[in-house]
C-alpha cells in the first residue's frame, strides 16, 4: 500500500474548505506544470494516489482537490442539500454554479499557497463524474473576482476532459443499452457487485470507428486475464480511495433526469461559448482543452467523446483535442499510472496545429426516454454502495 500523502487545505473567504493532496515540487527544475484532479462520484482523492510517488520523476506536481462532503471538505448545509434534491430550476443552477466559482477560488488559492510556478503553469483535469464540476469551473471564469479571472486566465493553459460518462455532461441515453442499476435481470441484492465489476471492467467492443451503438457492449466480459480492476484491490486499500457517504446526500442526483438538461446547458458555456472559451486566454491560445476515453470503458464512457466530436466539427474556432486509449479500462490511473501521467503530459506538452480539423462523430440514434427509466439508478445507488461497503468491511 502506498503511504498516504498528509492531507492539506484550503478555505474560501465564504468558509467553504477543500482538503488536496500535494506530490510537493518538482525535484529538478522550478519550472514544472501542475496537474490539478478533481474526482468523480464516491471515489475521491485517494484514486490518484499511485500518482504521487511517480509525479516528480515526470517533471509534474499532482495535486487532487476533494469536493465537498468528501476527506474532510466541507459539508453541504442542509439547505443547499435541500435545493440539490427539491429546489427550483433556477435555484439548482445557481447552486451548481456555485460549486464552479467555489472550485475556481480553491484552484487559484493553491496556485498562491503553493506559489505554482507561472512558467510551468496548471493543467485541470475532472475525471468521469468530475468533469461536471470541471465544467461548472471553466463555465464560472467571468463571474470571479477579477484578481482571480486574471490569474487563472495567466496560469491554466490545459483543461482535461478524464474518462467521462454521458451523463456528467447532461447528454441523451440511447435506447438499448443498460447500466446495473437499470438491468431488471439483476437482482436488487446483487446490484452493488454488479455496478462494481461492470464499471472497472475490460470491456471489448465492436468496431468503434463506425461510431455505432450497435458496436458497444454492456454486459461486463468475463475475462479470466482482466479481471475488473475493483475485484483486484485489496479491501484496506480500497478504504483509502472511497467514500460512500456523499452519494445519497447528493452525487447521486447529478444523474437524475431533472439535471441532464441543467448539465447540458452548463457544458455547452463551458465548451463552446466562445466569450468563456476566450477568458481562459492561456488555454485559448494554446488550443488545450482535451477529451481521454479508453476503448475498454463501459459504453457510457465511449460514447461521450462521440457526441462532443459531433459537437466540435461545428465549432472550428473552438475545437477540442481528442485521444482514444486502446486498451484503458476507466481506472487507467490505478492500472497503469505511468501511462497516466504520460497522457496527462501529452495534453500539457502538446499545441495542436490550428489549422487542424475536428474530428467529426456519427449521427447515432439517442432519445431520452430512458432519463426517466434511469432515475431508479441514481436514486438507489447510495443503497447499493452501501451494501457493497459492508461487504468490504466484512471482508477487511
Not at 529538478?28 to 499511485?50: K, M, S
Not at 474518462?163 to 446483487?190: E, K, R, W
Not at 452525487?251 to 481562459?280: C, K, M
Request: aromatic fraction near 10%; hydrophobic fraction near 40%.
Amino acid at each position: 500500500m502506498i503511504p498516504e500523502l498528509p492531507m492539506l487545505s484550503f478555505t474560501l473567504e465564504n468558509g467553504v474548505t477543500f482538503t488536496y493532496t500535494d506530490s510537493g515540487p518538482v525535484t529538478n527544475g522550478d519550472d514544472y506544470p501542475t496537474l490539478v484532479i478533481i474526482h468523480g462520484h464516491t471515489f475521491h482523492a485517494g484514486t490518484f494516489q499511485r500518482l504521487h510517488p511517480l509525479a516528480s520523476a515526470n517533471g509534474l506536481r499532482v495535486v487532487c482537490i476533494n469536493r465537498r462532503e468528501y476527506g474532510g471538505s466541507s459539508l453541504y448545509r442542509e439547505d443547499e442539500l435541500a435545493v440539490f434534491t427539491t429546489g427550483s430550476e433556477q435555484e439548482r443552477v445557481e447552486l451548481v454554479a456555485a460549486q464552479g466559482r467555489d472550485l475556481a477560488l480553491c484552484v487559484d488559492g493553491i496556485v498562491q499557497t503553493l506559489s505554482l510556478p507561472k512558467a510551468g503553469g496548471v493543467a485541470l483535469c475532472g475525471w468521469s463524474l468530475g468533469v461536471s464540476f470541471l465544467c461548472s469551473l471553466l463555465a464560472s471564469i467571468d463571474a470571479l473576482p477579477e484578481p482571480t479571472r486574471e490569474r487563472l486566465s495567466e496560469w491554466v493553459h490545459t483543461a482535461i476532459i478524464f474518462q467521462a460518462p454521458t451523463l456528467s455532461l447532461g447528454m441523451p441515453i440511447p435506447d438499448g443499452l443498460l447500466m446495473p442499476h437499470t438491468d431488471p435481470a439483476i437482482a436488487v441484492a446483487d446490484k452493488a457487485a454488479a455496478f462494481a465489476n461492470w464499471v472497472s471492467a475490460f470491456f471489448e467492443h465492436g468496431d468503434l470507428s463506425k461510431r455505432a451503438i450497435s458496436e458497444l457492449v454492456y454486459p461486463a466480459p468475463a475475462n479470466p486475464k482482466k479481471t475488473p480492476t475493483l475485484a483486484r484491490i485489496q479491501p484496506g486499500e480500497l478504504m483509502t480511495m472511497v467514500d460512500f457517504a456523499p452519494g445519497k446526500r447528493y452525487d447521486d442526483i447529478f444523474g437524475a433526469p431533472q439535471y441532464r438538461q441543467l448539465l447540458h446547458n452548463q457544458t455547452q458555456r463551458a465548451l463552446w461559448s466562445t466569450t468563456v472559451r476566450e477568458a481562459w486566454e492561456r488555454m485559448y491560445e494554446k488550443r488545450g482543452l482535451w477529451v481521454i476515453s479508453g476503448t475498454a470503458e463501459p459504453w457510457n464512457v465511449v460514447q461521450a467523446p462521440w457526441l462532443l466530436e459531433e459537437e466540435s466539427s461545428k465549432h472550428p474556432d473552438l475545437a477540442l483535442n481528442f485521444e482514444l486509449l486502446p486498451g484503458v479500462n476507466h481506472f487507467l490511473v490505478w492500472e497503469d499510472p505511468q501511462h497516466a501521467l504520460d497522457v496527462f503530459k501529452k495534453c500539457i506538452e502538446t499545441t495542436p496545429d490550428s489549422s487542424a480539423p475536428s474530428v467529426s462523430g456519427s449521427g447515432s440514434a439517442r432519445s431520452d426516454r430512458l432519463w426517466a427509466f434511469c432515475a431508479p439508478m441514481y436514486s438507489g445507488i447510495q443503497q447499493m454502495w452501501a451494501a457493497a461497503r459492508k461487504f468490504v468491511l466484512r471482508s477487511a
